[in-house]
Nanobody, 126 residues
Framework: QVQMVESGGGLVRPGDSLSLSCATS????????MGWFRQTPGKAREFVAA????????YYSDSVKGRFTITIDNAKSTVYLQMNNLRPEDKTIYYC???????????????????WGQGTQVPDSS
């Protein structure tokens, strides 16, 4: 059974840092690229970051490049998203995602992902 559980969301102020984790189980973690997406209610889910299974390549949306870092720990079957210098627009729900093994679209495309976590909220302090 595929399981993906995000954690680490919480209250933040602009300029703060926050680290999200996504613990996975039920499948061979090191055979899949992984990604993070986010979604504000009423808007489409958008790409945030992705990392290849060999950890050689990372990808970021322009809005988070230079502030966010995606990493994986194959021993723990966990993907992380370190978020620094948070902005008000970063306040939303974050989802980790597993990329399907056979690729037909760029890693940044949502249709490439076949399993999702339940989401973790990053609200602001107000």
């Amino acid at each position: 059974q595929v399981q993906m559980v995000e954690s680490g969301g919480g209250l933040v102020r602009p300029g703060d840092s926050l680290s999200l984790s996504c613990a996975t189980s039920g499948w061979p973690f090191d055979r899949h690229d992984m990604g993070w997406f986010r979604q504000t209610p009423g808007k489409a889910r958008e790409f945030v970051a992705a990392i290849t299974k060999n950890e050689i390549y990372t990808y970021y949306s322009d809005s988070v490049k230079g502030r966010f870092t995606i990493t994986i720990d194959n021993a723990k079957s966990t993907v992380y998203l370190q978020m620094n210098n948070l902005r008000p627009e970063d306040k939303t729900i974050y989802y980790c995602a597993r990329r399907q093994q056979y690729h037909s679209n760029p890693i940044t495309e949502i249709q490439e992902y076949d399993s999702w976590g339940q989401g973790t909220q990053v609200p602001d302090s107000s």
